[in-house]
């Protein structure tokens, strides 16, 4: 059951970060940290929901992976699929490469870790 519902997240994180988009329509980079974080409510929305995107992903892998139950492990793997999203979202121009991204999606991983390692401590 939790492999179906990590494939599932993947697939969703993949049509998020790649197939909503048409090829060729995005080619900003941004290296400006928190630039994303702008001044509207949509664009702090935007700004979470990329925390919030990589939650799982702390969550799912120390659960399917004991060695990723080491938070530097796992945290570095949630950094290492950022930038390789962003890379690609690059080379496609199916998204903006965004500094902001990463540092949000890495922050995502590192609660989803967190969630577990509490409900870890507490059990």
Not at 9 to 26: K, W
Not at 71 to 97: A, N
Request: charged content about 15%; some cysteine.
């Amino acid at each position: 059951m939790i492999w179906t519902l990590f494939l599932a997240y993947i697939l969703v994180v993949f049509h998020t970060t790649f197939f909503s988009r048409e090829a060729g329509s995005r080619k900003t980079v941004s290296l400006i940290l928190f630039e994303t974080w702008g001044r509207s409510f949509h664009m702090h929305a935007m700004f979470i929901e990329n925390i919030i995107m990589f939650i799982p992903f702390g969550v799912f892998l120390p659960t399917l992976f004991e060695r990723f139950r080491n938070w530097r492990l796992c945290v570095l793997t949630g950094f290492l699929c950022s930038c390789s999203i962003e890379i690609s979202q690059y080379i496609t121009q199916r998204g903006y490469m965004q500094l902001d991204d990463v540092v949000t999606n890495t922050v995502g991983a590192l609660l989803g870790w967190g969630s577990m390692e509490g409900g870890a401590a507490l059990a």
